[in-house]
């Protein structure tokens, strides 16, 4: 569930191959490493461009100064150590996302990232068939990367940008993925509530889907290094920022690629409850 990528320098403008090689090559591995890139953010923001359409830097945080399109994603702003896929809260979250290493602690700050699709396959008979026909509702109304005891002045400010607009959506717990029609289950830190259980329930619930994901044999750590870029697919993977570094400074400057709306095992797709995104993202074909 990883692969290096050798020989490809993608500072430079990528030819029609090279593009489609490479737009395929995250829904098979899951995850691409490219080390030693000579990139600012504008080339960030043209690399994952070649791809197709761009999210803003996030529906309610703000944006790198002078980058609209790059998310700072800084120890000092909070710390992203939950499993969640990016931004499922939207009807239509990135279908991938680039994370390009700045500042990099002497140890630590490892990013793990979880096959959904391995979780899904892992998942007992008894325990698949009704997860097919499981729906979730996702939403931002909390803050998944800080404790609650936690919580000082400056960082109830960002949770109340974070949660500046309200969103909930509902996606289908099994996703197909439109490229190569594998099955993940598609949940994460922002799925809160099964529809049609209680919150009690669906937690239990939630919980129990979930060990599948994190297994072991699922996750891939990945040990940053300077100058490295990882593209992942967010359709069908999750993620963890581990906090073991002992609050050195940690930076990644994060892009991400506009997705689809998803879809469930019966043709479904996930519908919106509250809160418009358009202002984020354009819906991909």
């Known amino acids: ?14 030819d029609a191959a090279t593009v489609a090689a490479l737009g395929a090559a995250p829904a098979e591995h899951k995850a691409l490493v490219f080390d030693d890139v000579d990139l600012d953010d504008e080339g ?3 690399f994952v461009r070649a791809f197709g359409d761009l999210t803003t830097a996030h529906p309610t945080v703000g944006a790198v100064d002078g980058a609209p399109n790059v998310l700072p994603v800084d120890s000092e702003r909070g710390r992203a150590n939950h499993w969640h896929a990016d931004v499922t809260f939207v009807l239509n979250p990135p279908q991938a996302t680039s994370l390009r290493s700045l500042t990099v602690p002497p140890y630590g700050g490892e990013t793990l990232i979880a096959s959904s ?11 698949r068939r009704p997860a097919d026909g499981l729906w979730a509702e996702h939403t931002n109304d909390y803050d998944y ?6 919580i000082d002045a400056e960082k109830a400010a960002q949770r109340s940008r974070f949660t500046s607009i309200k969103y909930r959506t509902a996606h289908p717990v099994v996703r197909v993925h439109p490229l190569t029609g594998e099955r993940g289950l598609f949940i994460g830190g922002f799925a809160q509530r099964i529809v049609g259980l209680s919150v009690g329930e669906s937690r239990k619930l939630l919980e129990l889907l979930q060990s599948y994901v994190t297994r072991p044999e699922n996750v891939l750590r990945h040990r940053w290094s300077e100058n490295q870029l990882v593209l992942f697919d967010n359709r069908i993977t999750q993620h963890y920022a581990v906090d073991n570094y002992d609050g050195r400074p940690r930076r990644l400057h994060r892009v991400t690629l506009a997705g689809p709306v998803p879809v469930g ?3 479904k797709e996930s519908y919106s409850i ?3 995104a358009s202002h984020y993202t354009p819906v991909a074909a």
């Open 145 to 150: 990367a800080v404790a609650d005891e936690d």
């Open 265 to 267: 095992i019966e043709g």
């Open 44 to 46: 960030q923001q043209a």
């Open 117 to 127: 699709a391995g979780a899904y396959r892992d998942l007992p008979e008894p325990l």
């Open 1 to 14: 569930m990883r692969r290096a990528t050798a020989g490809v320098d993608i500072a430079r403008p990528l």
């Open 274 to 276: 509250e809160g418009d």
